[in-house]
């Protein structure tokens, strides 16, 4: 089993920046890629990004590209998601997940066993 814990979720203005983080314990060699999704109100989760332990990107949402950057730092089996000028369409429910989807499947969050909580995030003045 592995537990996942974001940190780091709030109020942010517009323009504004935030920095998640998820943090994993237990079996954690178990798996190959952590990923972030997030869930806008009434709408489907969406892929934003993974992060493979080879250090292979991928990112989903085109709205993030640019502004989101995905991490990892090994040695405190923690992954990243630092947010830049944030918008208010931002915000959402953001969720790290842990899996081994092949490459192709990253995106699908039905390939990720073990998931977070969850972190609420929201962009307004």
């Known amino acids: 089993q592995v537990q996942l814990t974001e940190f780091g979720g709030g109020l942010v203005q517009p323009g504004g920046s935030l920095k998640l983080s998820c943090a994993a314990s237990g079996r954690t060699s178990s798996t190959r890629t952590t990923a972030w999704f997030r869930q806008r109100p009434g709408q489907e989760r969406e892929f934003v990004a993974a992060?493979?332990?080879?250090?292979?990107?991928?990112y989903g949402v085109d709205s993030v590209k640019g502004r989101f950057t995905i991490s990892r730092d090994a040695a405190k089996n923690t992954v990243y998601l630092q947010m830049n000028s944030l918008k208010p369409e931002d915000t959402a429910v953001y969720s790290c997940?842990?899996?081994?989807?092949?490459?192709?499947?990253?995106?699908?969050?039905?390939?990720?066993?073990?998931w977070g909580q969850g972190t609420q995030v929201t962009v307004s003045s």
């Open positions: 992060i493979r332990r080879s250090g292979d990107i991928q």
């Open positions: 997940a842990a899996g081994t989807p092949i490459l192709s499947n990253q995106y699908n969050p039905t390939a990720y066993p073990y």
